[in-house]
């Protein structure tokens, strides 16, 4: 039996990550790597799957795929996101967001547009099996690498699986989901905040600021009131991290995600700590946000509550409830 999976419907930007490829910066390659961390190993988590192996990242929603090997799929990153799943037969059964469910070959999984978040996971059991290119299956667009040809999914792609060795038809569920709490974006000031006038870190630090339709992997464009520069926003180019906030001469922010280039020559007033990015990952255009200074001694201490939080989170997952499927019903025939 092939263990595969056939894209019907790849949706705008899905793509094959993982957690990226760290360290590679100085040869002009970007870490990439799924936008929400916290999605991606409770995915992984729910579906026996290591905690490196590699997810089907959706943006937005209406993909669907079919299901060419039995598999566990699990749906994460959404509160209100819902997978409907289809047999050959066309009875169809509902999988609420952040559980595990066991398919046969042959059904279809279809996920329409998530309601609460501007990006979900999707875990497979064996996670996919695309090729490594710098010990990281992860597909960098921007830059046409990893993955399958270096781009997006499209319609109609055949998507190896990896094998489990030893299947396991057990669904979990998580209790807890690390969902957003609607505070601000946390920051940490720097490092070219000398560059800006008091005003505009007082602005920065206070103002609501709204999430542009202009949004990518590389980047998170924001509308909102302009931040003055004492001179001008050129600086010699120099090194980028995922979370920075780069102010270009517009005077408007863009905070830079997971495809950032590896250097840029724009001022950057703040970056977003580690703990936040799958927060700010999960905002649609039109959402609003704001930001909140902390030092890096804070940031330091909130990632180590935020990993002792997501380690219990993966520890606590409970067995599913059995979820009602009619293909099976309708496959005992009527017994009246």
Not at 188 to 201: C, H, I, K, S, Y
Request: glycine share 12%; hydrophobic share 40%; net charge negative.
């Amino acid at each position: 039996m092939m263990h595969s999976l056939r894209i019907l419907t790849a949706g705008p930007h899905a793509s094959i990550q993982d957690r990226g490829r760290p360290g590679q910066q100085w040869l002009g390659i970007p870490e990439g790597g799924v936008l929400d961390r916290d999605a991606f190993a409770l995915g992984n988590a729910l579906v026996g799957n290591p905690a490196d192996a590699a997810v089907i990242e959706v943006c937005l929603g209406n993909f669907s795929a079919e299901l060419m090997t039995r598999a566990k799929v699990a749906l994460t990153g959404t509160s209100a996101g819902t997978l409907t799943v289809q047999d050959p037969g066309g009875h169809s059964m509902t999988v609420e967001a952040n559980r595990s469910v066991d398919l046969a070959a042959g059904r279809i999984i279809r996920l329409g547009v998530i309601p609460d978040s501007n990006t979900a996971t999707i875990a497979i059991s064996g996670g996919v099996d695309a090729p490594l290119f710098y010990h990281s299956r992860s597909t960098s667009p921007s830059a046409g690498i990893g993955g399958f040809d270096g781009g997006f999914l499209q319609d109609g792609q055949i998507i190896p699986l990896g094998v489990v060795e030893t299947p396991d038809a057990a669904e979990w569920m998580a209790s807890d989901t690390l969902k957003d709490t609607g505070q601000p974006i946390r920051c940490v000031r720097g490092p070219q905040d000398d560059r800006f006038t008091e005003n505009a870190l007082l602005v920065f630090f206070s103002a609501e600021y709204t999430v542009s339709p202009i949004l990518n992997r590389m980047g998170m464009r924001l509308d909102g009131e302009v931040l003055e520069h004492r001179t001008n926003a050129d600086i010699p180019s120099d090194g980028i991290v995922t979370g920075t906030v780069q102010v270009p001469g517009n005077g408007l922010p863009i905070v830079l995600l997971a495809d950032h280039q590896s250097t840029g020559g724009y001022t950057k007033i703040a970056t977003v700590i580690t703990a936040d990015m799958p927060r700010l990952a999960r905002l649609r255009p039109g959402e609003g946000l704001r930001f909140t200074e902390v030092t890096v001694a804070e940031a330091e201490a909130i990632a180590r509550q935020h990993h002792d939080r997501l380690g219990a989170v993966l520890a606590g997952l409970q067995l599913a409830p059995p979820i009602v499927d009619l293909a099976a019903l309708y496959a005992l025939g009527d017994t009246t």
